[in-house]
T-cell receptor
Framework: KQEVTQIPAALSVPEGENLVLNCSFTDSAIYNLQWFRQDPGKGLTSLLLIQSSQREQTSGRLNASLDKSSGRSTLYIAASQPGDSATYLCAVSGSSGSARQLTFGSGTQLTVLP | DGGITQSPKYLFRKEGQNVTLSCEQNLNHDAMYWYRQDPGQGLRLIYYSQIVNDFQKGDIAEGYSVSREKKESFPLTVTSAQKNPTAFYLC??????????????FGAGTRLSVL
């Protein structure tokens, strides 16, 4: 069964810092990996989707990488801002068993201090 | 505006009562999903539907039921058999299945509490 782990569970950084969020998964047979943002008490917003054949995706100040063989992904946020404060979740879509669903990590709660 | 609407935002359930959470989308998506989120945890899949009149159980379907009579609507009923229903419930939709690289779009959620 696929398991997704996100470390650290919480992170606090001063404004302007570059930072990296980590995501690891146990079964490398995935179709794709997504990074989501969740604001308190709100739904999820998709940030980046990386297909299994891709190594990275970029959107603005965000860059996500994928190393399928080692079961790892990172989300890099450049020049962090207080508005980036939120919980970031990664999720993988498996290619076996329950291939029709996403398996989520428990998230990293990010606080960017002004 | 296109999107996913969940209602109500807050819901309270009395012991032994069934309650229904609404999810409506106007994105013309075929697939819809229900997730449960507990504090400090990721999302867990309850049910999903690929097409009208068809739905499949997810990882934690016990104590829940769904229907998909219309493409736009995928209501979730939390039955009295669900002994620990307090959680944040999220509905999502996508053009197709996630394995095809289709991004899921999420509603704003319903927070269910037990009285």
């Amino acid at each position: 069964k696929q398991e997704v782990t996100q470390i650290p569970a919480a992170l606090s950084v001063p404004e302007g810092e570059n930072l990296v969020l980590n995501c690891s998964f146990t079964d490398s047979a995935i179709y794709n990996l997504q990074w989501f943002r969740q604001d308190p008490g709100k739904g999820l917003t998709s940030l980046l989707l990386i297909q299994s054949s891709q190594r990275e995706q970029t959107s603005g100040r965000l860059n996500a990488s994928l190393d399928k063989s080692s079961g790892r992904s990172t989300l890099y946020i450049a020049a962090s801002q207080p508005g980036d404060s939120a919980t970031y979740l990664c999720a993988v879509s498996g290619s076996s068993g329950s291939a029709r669903q996403l398996t989520f990590g428990s998230g990293t709660q990010l606080t960017v201090l002004p | 505006d296109g999107g996913i609407t969940q209602s109500p935002k807050y819901l309270f359930r009395k012991e032994g009562q069934n309650v229904t959470l609404s999810c409506e989308q106007n994105l013309n998506h075929d697939a819809m999903y229900w997730y449960r989120q507990d504090p400090g945890q990721g999302l867990r899949l309850i049910y999903y539907s690929q097409i009208v009149n068809d739905f499949q159980k997810g990882d934690i379907a016990e104590g829940y039921s769904v229907s998909r009579e219309k493409k736009e609507s995928f209501p979730l009923t939390v039955t009295s058999a669900q002994k620990n229903p307090t959680a944040f419930y999220l509905c999502a939709s996508s053009y197709g299945l996630v394995r095809s690289g289709n991004i899921q779009y999420f509603g704003a959620g319903t927070r269910l509490s037990v009285l």
